[in-house]
């Protein structure tokens, strides 16, 4: 049980007919959990460095504007930020808040976890809705992760919402390799067939 456990954890790699290995290390983010990727990155024993590569008040997408539930006309932070595991970059994140929840925010504000600069604007982060999809790493993601194109990357798009439902914030984060996603998955009840 410890070994199918271990298994199931990604920390050992089980081979019918040969042994049970140490896996490569990697991060494990539990697909269902909502935490800061700067909380997974050192909770699973790494040094976390976040550079900011842009912080910008522009105008959000028509799709962005409809997610976050504001106006295309109202303004909107836009940041793009790499996260580092002992010097390794290992997320690209490109992401959108409405500027009337972060006003006065400055660049010094965008420091650290994303979750705490929306806690110190006095947003509480209750909970996130999202997609998830392979896709092939180019452009900014490609540079940013220091991959080639066409690399396989892991986009998770979230739209982070607050205490009373409003939307904080539209997050595309791009995982590479370095990333596992343990899940556990429960079978629902199934009625058995007529005869």
């Known amino acids: 049980e410890a070994l199918q456990e271990m298994s199931y954890r990604g920390h050992?790699?089980?081979?019918?007919?040969?042994?049970?290995?140490?896996?490569?290390?990697?991060?494990?983010?539990?697909?269902?959990?909502?935490?800061?990727?700067?909380?997974?990155?050192?909770?699973?024993?790494?040094?976390?460095k976040i550079e900011n590569i842009l912080l910008d008040i522009t105008r959000p997408t028509q799709r962005q504007a409809e997610l976050l539930h504001i106006s295309s006309l109202e303004p909107v932070y836009h940041v793009q930020r790499i996260y580092y595991a002992d010097d390794n970059p290992v997320v690209f994140e490109n992401a959108v808040y409405p500027y009337s929840i972060l006003q006065g925010l400055d660049e010094a504000g965008f420091e650290g976890s994303t979750f705490r600069f929306l806690e110190q604007c006095g947003h509480t982060v209750k909970y996130s809705d999202g997609w998830v999809r392979a896709i092939s790493a180019c452009g900014d993601p490609a540079k940013a992760l220091q991959v080639a194109d066409n690399t396989p990357l892991l986009l998770v798009e979230t739209v982070i919402a607050g205490s009373d439902g409003h939307a904080l914030g539209y997050v595309q984060d791009h995982y590479t390799e370095w990333f596992d996603f343990p899940i556990h998955r429960v079978r629902a009840a199934v009625t058995p067939a007529s005869p």
């Open 12 to 48: 050992i790699n089980r081979v019918h007919g040969a042994g049970s290995f140490v896996s490569q290390r990697t991060i494990n983010y539990g697909i269902d959990e909502l935490a800061s990727i700067s909380e997974i990155i050192c909770a699973n024993g790494y040094q976390l």
